[in-house]
């Protein structure tokens, strides 16, 4: 199910026109550069924005407008794609064939979004200040709640102390130390200038044609003839230096071990595939490398697993493991990197990979906000791949082109989650 794009003034329009779905999925996608003057605005701002429009200023108001459209759906967040901060806004509406007189529920949805991307519920020049105030409590919240969960927790560890200087070391949700600092008014100025200049692509799913969908923008969007801001490219580094051992040390029972690795492959990269694959053999399922060495055999690990994020060109292992096993744990770890680069890897670890691979790429085809995400990979990484063509090259990779991308991978920094007992000097054992 292909994306038809189209430009409506300086709007972005992705529609995918399909009666799969008993739903019309209607998405904003607003582009920021991650960097530490803005996150925490624009993480505060996704949760302002889903509070209040002028015509419908309450929190009660809103909640009977959406009860109106059928029981619709409001959704909002903030991501990062690479060095991108993505704040996202959209609606998920019943697909008006399926009603009986429903006939202007897209219409009225497509106004509704507008209005609360364009027209939020404000006092003056300033958003409303009890609406802020909630909201930087709930971010604040939300922030500190990362220490309840150790696994995030160790995973953004990791990648702050890897990406030290690089806007990509940033939280998604922001930092408490710029909450003080955040008012209705610097906020709605922070809202105006993003909504005007910055990369906005707007998602359509369902059955509607692209006439339709641009017809909705034009009446219910600010379409504008002025240009937008190209955002600069996420930095793509590579790393040959000694590898960094980093320890934390909290009140924790079961140590959480993370590495980074550096693999100098993006999306955009035409050994994107390969480095998928790779990742799949190493740590991304029950069958890979990780699970059945580190956990399954030798036992040393809770949980063992990689995960790989496709803009920024890093790959890490999150593995929880018992603290006296540090070292062991390290040790095999890096021994399946190693076996990956002599490309140690069975056929049979391939043909599972690409299997699960392959499912994965088809499953997101029946999820309509997986199609917008998976196409919108393309839109940031500044290469179109539909989820067909993944496929496609997914079953192509070759054995070579696996090892290839092993080789490439350099293991940048190491770091553990530990309990407080030991002196200074007993970093990790």
Do not use: W
């Not at 092993?406 to 007992?421: E, G, V, W």
Request: charged share 30%.
């Amino acid at each position: 199910m292909p994306f038809e794009s189209v430009n409506v003034g300086n709007l972005r329009v992705h529609v995918c026109s399909t009666d799969k779905f008993k739903t019309t999925l209607i998405v904003a996608m607003i582009q920021q550069e991650l960097s530490a003057e803005t996150v925490t605005r624009h993480a505060l701002l996704s949760s302002v924005l889903q509070r209040g429009t002028r015509t419908h200023p309450s929190t009660v108001g809103l909640k009977r407008k959406l009860d109106d459209l059928y029981g619709a759906t409001l959704f909002g967040d903030v991501f990062k794609r690479g060095e991108r901060h993505i704040l996202q806004l959209g609606l998920d509406l019943a697909e008006s064939s399926f009603l009986s007189d429903a006939d202007t529920l897209l219409e009225e949805g497509a106004a509704f979004l507008g209005e609360l991307l364009y027209r939020p519920v404000t006092d003056g020049e300033a958003f409303r200040e009890e609406y802020v105030r909630a909201e930087k409590k709930n971010l604040k919240q939300k922030i500190e709640s990362l220490m309840d969960d150790k696994i995030r927790f160790a995973a953004l560890r990791c990648v702050e102390e890897m990406c030290k200087g690089e806007p990509y070391a940033l939280f998604n949700h922001g930092r408490l130390q710029d909450l003080d600092g955040i008012n209705p008014q610097n906020l709605y100025t922070y809202y105006r200038e993003l909504i005007r200049t910055r990369p906005i692509d707007l998602y359509f799913v369902g059955d509607l044609s692209v006439d339709r969908a641009v017809k909705l923008v034009e009446d219910h969007f600010s379409v504008e003839t002025s240009s937008r801001e190209e955002l600069p490219p996420t930095q793509v580094k590579s790393y040959q230096g000694e590898v960094r051992e980093v320890v934390d040390r909290l009140d924790v029972n079961q140590g959480k071990l993370n590495m980074g690795c550096r693999t100098g492959v993006t999306y955009a990269d035409d050994n994107y595939a390969a480095l998928l694959m790779f990742n799949g053999i190493l740590g991304g399922f029950p069958h890979s490398k990780l699970f059945i060495n580190v956990r399954e055999k030798a036992s040393l690990a809770y949980y063992a697993a990689s995960r790989v994020e496709s803009h920024k060109g890093i790959l890490t292992v999150q593995s929880g493991i018992e603290i006296a096993n540090y070292q062991k744990a390290v040790d095999i770890i890096r021994d399946q990197f190693d076996q990956m680069r002599q490309g140690k890897f069975t056929d049979s670890e391939i043909s599972q990979t690409r299997a699960m691979l392959t499912n994965q790429l088809k499953e997101r085809q029946d999820r309509a906000f997986d199609l917008v995400d998976a196409h919108y990979h393309g839109i940031v990484g500044g290469r179109e791949r539909p989820l067909q063509e993944m496929i496609r090259e997914i079953g192509q990779v070759t054995r070579e082109e696996i090892t290839t991308a092993a080789q490439k991978m350099s293991l940048d920094t190491i770091y553990f989650l530990r309990d407080r007992k030991g002196g200074e000097g007993d970093g990790k054992n």
